[in-house]
C-alpha cells in the first residue's frame, strides 16, 4: 500500500462524521498491519480513532465492515440491556458523511473510525496472574454475549484462516518444494508435525458432524486486544476486530493458551527455557467460563483443550511453512527465527499433551 500522506490523512478525517469539527492527528498505538491514527477535537475535547484498512491483508474491506458493524450493533443492545456502558464496553463505529461504513481514498485504501475508549490501558505482556484473569474474563464475555448472534450470517475475512487440516496441507506442499532446500536439517521438525496429521482434523470434524456449534470468534486474543480500564484494572473493551469471523469457541481459547500460558518468547532459541505452564492455563480457564460456561455444554467445554492443542500446533506449523519457503508471511530480524518460534511451539504442544487429562479436567468442572 502507499505510504500516508499528511494531504491523505486530512481528506480520510474531513469524510467521517464526527461530532465535533476534527484537528489534529497523529500515528497511534503498536499495531503491526492497519495504519492507526489518533485524530484530535480541534478544541481538543475529544479524540477518535482513524485507520487505514490493510487492504493486502483484508481484500473486502466491505464485507470486513459489514461485520464490525454487525458485531458491535449487537453488542450495544446486549450491553445496554444489562445496563453497562456501550460508549465505552464495546467499538463504536463511526459512519462517513455520505453514510457509509468505510471511505474509500480512490487509491486502494479504506479508512474506518471508531469513538476514542478514553482511560483504558492495553497490556502487551502478562504482568501478573490478575492481569491474564481479567483478559480471560473479558474474551469469555465477549463470547457470552455473542452466543445468540447468527455467526453464519458473517463474513470470512481471512479465508480457512483456522482450518488446521489446510495449514498442514500446506504444509507438506511447502516441504515437497523445498525451495531453499532446508528441508534435510528439520527431521525432528517433520516428524512431530506428521505424528500429529490425525490431531489436526478433530476441531473441524466435531463441527462438520454438528458436535459443536459455530460461535463468533475474535480469531486474534492477544492481551493486547483487550482495552482494561486504567482505574478499575477490569477489562471493559474487545478491540481489533478484523478477524471476527465464524468459527469455534476452542479457537479462540486456544490462541490466549498458546499466547499466554508460557513464560518464555515466542523466538526463544534454547528450547530447555521453554514450559507450558498448567497453573496460568488454570487461571485463564476460571476466568473464561466465569464469563461463558454457562453458555457451553460439555462438548464445547471438553474442545477447549483441543483448541490449546491446535491453535499451538497451526502456528508452529505455519513458522515452519514459512521457513520452508524463504520467511515471506512473518517478519524476521535474525536468521532462523522463524525455525526457532516453530520449535517453540511444539514445545509448548508437546508440554499440552502431558498435561491434556488436567486440561480437560479443568475445563469441565470450573
Same mark, same amino acid.
Given at each position: 500500500? %502507499?505510504?500516508?500522506?499528511?494531504?491523505?490523512?486530512?481528506?480520510?478525517?474531513?469524510?467521517?462524521?464526527?461530532?465535533?469539527?476534527?484537528?489534529?492527528?497523529?500515528?497511534?498505538?503498536? $499495531?503491526?498491519?492497519?495504519?492507526?491514527?489518533?485524530?484530535?477535537?480541534?478544541?481538543?475535547?475529544?479524540?477518535?480513532?482513524?485507520?487505514?484498512?490493510?487492504?493486502?491483508?483484508?481484500?473486502?474491506?466491505?464485507?470486513?465492515?459489514?461485520?464490525?458493524?454487525?458485531?458491535?450493533?449487537?453488542?450495544?443492545?446486549?450491553?445496554?440491556?444489562?445496563?453497562?456502558? &456501550?460508549? =465505552?464496553?464495546?467499538?463504536?463505529?463511526?459512519?462517513?458523511? /455520505?453514510?457509509?461504513?468505510?471511505?474509500?481514498?480512490?487509491?486502494?485504501?479504506?479508512?474506518?473510525?471508531? $469513538?476514542?475508549?478514553?482511560?483504558?490501558?492495553?497490556?502487551?505482556?502478562?504482568?501478573?496472574?490478575?492481569?491474564?484473569?481479567?483478559?480471560? *474474563?473479558?474474551?469469555?464475555?465477549?463470547? %457470552?454475549?455473542?452466543?445468540?448472534?447468527?455467526?453464519?450470517?458473517?463474513?470470512?475475512? +481471512?479465508?480457512?484462516?483456522?482450518?488446521?487440516?489446510?495449514?498442514?496441507?500446506?504444509?507438506?506442499?511447502? #516441504?515437497?518444494?523445498?525451495?531453499? $532446500? =532446508?528441508?534435510?536439517?528439520?527431521?525432528? *521438525?517433520?516428524?512431530?508435525?506428521?505424528?500429529?496429521?490425525?490431531?489436526?482434523?478433530?476441531?473441524?470434524?466435531?463441527?462438520?458432524?454438528?458436535?459443536?456449534?459455530?460461535?463468533?470468534?475474535?480469531? /486474534?486474543?492477544?492481551?493486547?486486544?483487550?482495552?482494561?480500564?486504567?482505574?478499575?484494572?477490569?477489562?471493559?473493551?474487545?478491540?481489533?476486530?478484523?478477524?471476527?469471523?465464524? $468459527?469455534?469457541?476452542?479457537? /479462540?481459547?486456544?490462541?490466549?493458551?498458546?499466547?499466554?500460558?508460557?513464560?518464555?518468547?515466542?523466538?526463544?532459541?534454547?528450547?530447555?527455557?521453554?514450559?507450558?505452564?498448567?497453573? #496460568?492455563?488454570?487461571?485463564?480457564?476460571?476466568?473464561?467460563?466465569?464469563?461463558?460456561?454457562?453458555?457451553?455444554?460439555?462438548?464445547? =467445554?471438553?474442545?477447549?483443550?483441543?483448541?490449546? %492443542?491446535?491453535?499451538?500446533?497451526?502456528?508452529? +506449523?505455519?513458522?515452519?511453512?514459512?521457513?520452508?519457503?524463504?520467511?515471506?508471511?512473518?517478519? +524476521?530480524?535474525? &536468521?532462523?527465527?522463524?525455525? /526457532?518460534?516453530?520449535?517453540?511451539?511444539?514445545?509448548?504442544?508437546?508440554?499440552? *499433551?502431558?498435561?491434556?487429562?488436567?486440561?480437560? =479436567?479443568?475445563?469441565?468442572? #470450573?
Amino acid at each position: 500500500m %502507499k505510504p500516508v500522506t499528511e494531504e491523505l490523512l486530512r481528506q480520510a478525517a474531513a469524510a467521517f462524521a464526527f461530532d465535533a469539527p476534527a484537528g489534529e492527528a497523529a500515528r497511534y498505538g503498536a $499495531g503491526h498491519i492497519n495504519d492507526t491514527f489518533a485524530v484530535w477535537a480541534a478544541d481538543r475535547s475529544k479524540r477518535w480513532i482513524l485507520q487505514r484498512i490493510n487492504t493486502d491483508t483484508f481484500t473486502d474491506p466491505a464485507g470486513l465492515m459489514e461485520n464490525v458493524a454487525g458485531v458491535t450493533s449487537y453488542l450495544r443492545r446486549q450491553i445496554a440491556a444489562r445496563g453497562g456502558d &456501550p460508549e =465505552r464496553e464495546t467499538l463504536n463505529v463511526i459512519p462517513t458523511r /455520505d453514510g457509509k461504513l468505510y471511505y474509500d481514498d480512490g487509491q486502494g485504501g479504506a479508512w474506518r473510525a471508531y $469513538g476514542f475508549v478514553e482511560g483504558t490501558v492495553c497490556l502487551q505482556k502478562v504482568e501478573n496472574e490478575r492481569d491474564f484473569y481479567t483478559v480471560a *474474563e473479558t474474551f469469555g464475555n465477549f463470547q %457470552k454475549q455473542l452466543a445468540g448472534y447468527p455467526a453464519a450470517t458473517l463474513h470470512e475475512t +481471512i479465508a480457512r484462516f483456522h482450518d488446521t487440516p489446510n495449514r498442514y496441507a500446506n504444509f507438506e506442499k511447502a #516441504l515437497a518444494a523445498d525451495v531453499m $532446500g =532446508r528441508a534435510k536439517a528439520l527431521g525432528p *521438525e517433520i516428524a512431530f508435525i506428521r505424528a500429529r496429521e490425525a490431531d489436526c482434523h478433530v476441531l473441524v470434524d466435531q463441527l462438520a458432524a454438528g458436535v459443536l456449534p459455530l460461535r463468533v470468534t475474535h480469531n /486474534d486474543t492477544k492481551l493486547n486486544n483487550v482495552l482494561i480500564d486504567a482505574a478499575s484494572g477490569k477489562g471493559i473493551c474487545v478491540i481489533d476486530l478484523d478477524t471476527v469471523m465464524p $468459527g469455534l469457541s476452542a479457537y /479462540d481459547f486456544g490462541d490466549s493458551i498458546r499466547f499466554g500460558a508460557n513464560d518464555c518468547a515466542e523466538d526463544e532459541p534454547d528450547q530447555s527455557k521453554v514450559h507450558f505452564s498448567l497453573h #496460568l492455563y488454570e487461571v485463564f480457564t476460571r476466568g473464561y467460563m466465569a464469563a461463558a460456561g454457562s453458555a457451553m455444554d460439555e462438548a464445547e =467445554r471438553r474442545s477447549l483443550p483441543w483448541g490449546a %492443542k491446535l491453535m499451538t500446533l497451526e502456528c508452529g +506449523i505455519r513458522f515452519l511453512t514459512d521457513y520452508l519457503e524463504g520467511d515471506h508471511y512473518f517478519k +524476521i530480524s535474525r &536468521p532462523d527465527q522463524n525455525l /526457532d518460534r516453530a520449535r517453540t511451539q511444539f514445545t509448548l504442544v508437546a508440554g499440552m *499433551e502431558r498435561d491434556f487429562d488436567e486440561m480437560t =479436567r479443568l475445563a469441565l468442572t #470450573l
